[in-house]
């Protein structure tokens, strides 16, 4: 083709491409210059009742159509519950057997009936069949009035297949909603009987099945709920299978430990499979909880009828929790989860030391700890494990304050920490802007700085006579200016300035009317001495800067 025809072509795409557009704006212009359509006149009709606010509409609707379908189920369930343990004992054999499961058959029948016209109601009624199934099976054995199999293997077997029938049916209408109300009432419905170590495994299956959703959909209600609602059973059964310390049973202990341990690990291990895809506020629900009803629990056992063992307990549980922030750092958790591992070993630890230490090695352990805390948390970046390290270090120094005065090195120490803790600096966030960190981790460094005032006026005191306890002050005011000149940080010169209107408040009302002249004397002029020194110091310091 030649130059000439190529242009020819083009110029002719051209005209069509005009014509087109003009095309486009002539029924544009029509469209616009047409007059509007007049609405319909109204029809007469009766008058019509004012509706209520959105808001109250709302929530009107919330409760008559989510809550009370849910508590409705529940209390059902429960009676049907209460009917079958009270009364089925009195009929035969085939007769428990079939009469349970025919109710369990007709509520979940008329559930799947009612979703077709109202989807969520008729799947609550559902759950509560699937439910309701569940809890006859698990009645044929662990109920005595009740039972029918005698072998326990072979009711394990029969409940952990029924709970896999649970899983395998709301996976497949893949609804939660099924999910949760069928494990739920299954859980409800087992603390309705006598709580026994084959009740604990039964619930224990149940909340691996509530695990699935989680790892398979995402589902974050279902096994949230399990969670609480196997540790509350669990509770139940301590309390009514406890037994006193000083007849304790190590079989029991052991179970329960055991027990314990697999809803940890079961729920840990979950959650870590994927938590990139949770919400940071869902994992922080699902490992604090976690941590709630194993610490809770634990503790509880080990102080009963293994005080010993309770240090190691705790000192294990604190490996975990760093172990689990390693692995979700590993997984790409929300940093928010990682964080939350990172305390929750920091607390299990100091809340450890007192099980093992005690007078000042209690106070030493808790400064030491807390400083270490402080400085781990900038290598790994977690402000909120630099908030238990400070509260950690002021549990220490509480600790020195109500010791003897023979300890006063405590407080050097318990300054030296808070010290250490405050010059290691903010901690480093990634894709957060340095103002934004000055201003979240300001009150965590003005923390530090009061905790060595605190620190030096207590070690002060510790050294002065009775009668100088406000010239004490003083000095500690004036060795607090002296360390904010000398690391130029205003923090230390603000508690200074602090210590020194608390000095003269107390010297004002507590010393004129109680003390000798000489002590008096000495105190008012070391203490204009001291005044003047300081602003003598800022004098200059302003005609420097000037």
């Known amino acids: 083709m030649s130059a000439e025809d190529a242009d020819q072509e083009l110029r002719e795409r051209v005209r069509q491409l005009e014509a087109h557009v003009a095309s486009l704006e002539s029924r544009l212009q029509r469209l616009e210059t047409q007059p509007p359509v007049a609405a319909p006149p109204p029809v007469p009709s009766e008058p019509v009742v004012q509706a209520p606010s959105p808001a109250r509409a709302d929530l009107e609707s919330h409760l008559g159509t989510y809550w009370l379908s849910r508590v409705g189920i529940v209390a059902l369930i429960t009676g049907i519950a209460y009917l079958i343990t009270s009364r089925f004992g009195q009929l035969g054999v085939l007769a428990r057997v079939g009469l349970g499961y ?27 069949g699937l439910a309701l199934a569940y809890f006859v099976t698990y009645a044929l054995h662990f109920i005595p009035s009740v039972r029918v199999i ?52 039964s619930t224990s299956m149940l909340a ?12 974050v209600i279902v096994p949230l709920s399990s969670l609480v609602a196997v ?11 406890g037994v006193a310390p000083e007849a304790p049973d190590p079989d029991r202990l052991l179970l329960s430990l055991g027990f314990l341990t697999l809803y940890f690990l079961l729920f840990s291990v979950a959650l870590l499979v994927h938590p990139r895809e949770l919400s940071a506020k869902a994992c922080l629900a699902f490992a604090l909880l976690n941590w709630v009803g194993w610490m809770w629990l634990g503790s509880n056992e080990l102080s009963r009828h293994a005080e ?3 240090f190691t307990f705790l000192g294990l549980t604190a490996l975990a929790h760093g172990a689990a922030a390693a692995v979700a750092r590993w997984r790409q958790a929300p940093a928010l989860l990682v964080h939350a591992y990172l305390c929750l070993g ?12 005690s007078e000042s090695a209690l106070a030493v352990a808790w400064l030491v700890t807390g400083a270490l805390m402080g400085l781990l948390a900038r290598g790994a970046s977690s402000p909120m494990l630099r908030w238990v390290g400070v509260g950690t270090l002021f549990a220490g120094l509480a600790r020195a304050v109500f010791l003897t005065p023979e300890h006063s090195l405590l407080f050097a120490l318990g300054f030296a920490c808070f010290l250490l803790v405050e010059r290691s600096g903010e901690v480093p966030l ?42 004490g002050w003083v000095v500690a005011a004036f060795a607090m200016f002296g360390v904010g000149f000398a690391v130029r940080e205003r923090r230390y010169r603000h508690v200074g300035l602090l210590l020194l209107a608390l000095s003269l408040g107390r010297l004002l009302i507590v010393d004129m009317a109680r003390l000798p002249t000489d002590q008096r004397v000495i105190t008012f002029i070391l203490l204009g001495v001291i005044l003047l020194i300081i602003s003598y110091t800022y004098t200059r310091l302003r005609d420097r800067k000037g």
């Not at 669990?234 to 299978?241: D, P, S, Y």
Request: proline share 4%; hydrophobic share 60%.
């Open 102 to 128: 025919l109710l369990s058959a007709g509520l979940g029948a008329f559930g799947l009936w009612l979703a077709r016209r109202h989807q969520l109601f008729g799947r609550i009624v559902f759950g509560g």
């Open 150 to 201: 005698d072998s326990q293997a072979l009711a394990l077997v029969l409940l952990a297949a029924f709970v896999v029938a649970i899983v395998v049916i709301a996976q497949r209408m893949h609804s939660e909603t099924v999910a949760g109300i069928a494990l739920f009432l299954g859980l409800h419905t087992g603390m309705l009987s006598d709580i026994t170590a084959f009740t604990l495994l």
């Open 208 to 219: 691996a099945g509530a695990l699935f959703f989680l790892v398979k959909n995402r589902w």
């Open 231 to 241: 540790y509350t059973t669990h509770i139940f059964w301590a309390m009514r299978t």
């Open 308 to 310: 010993p063992r309770l």
């Open 346 to 357: 920091a607390l299990s630890l100091a809340l450890a030391l007192p099980t093992r230490y």
């Open 430 to 471: 990634p894709g957060m802007p340095s103002p934004e960190v000055l201003q979240r981790q300001g009150l965590v460094r003005l923390l530090c700085a009061g905790g060595a005032g605190l620190s030096l006026v207590w070690l002060v005191a510790a050294w002065m006579p009775a009668g100088l306890a406000t010239l």
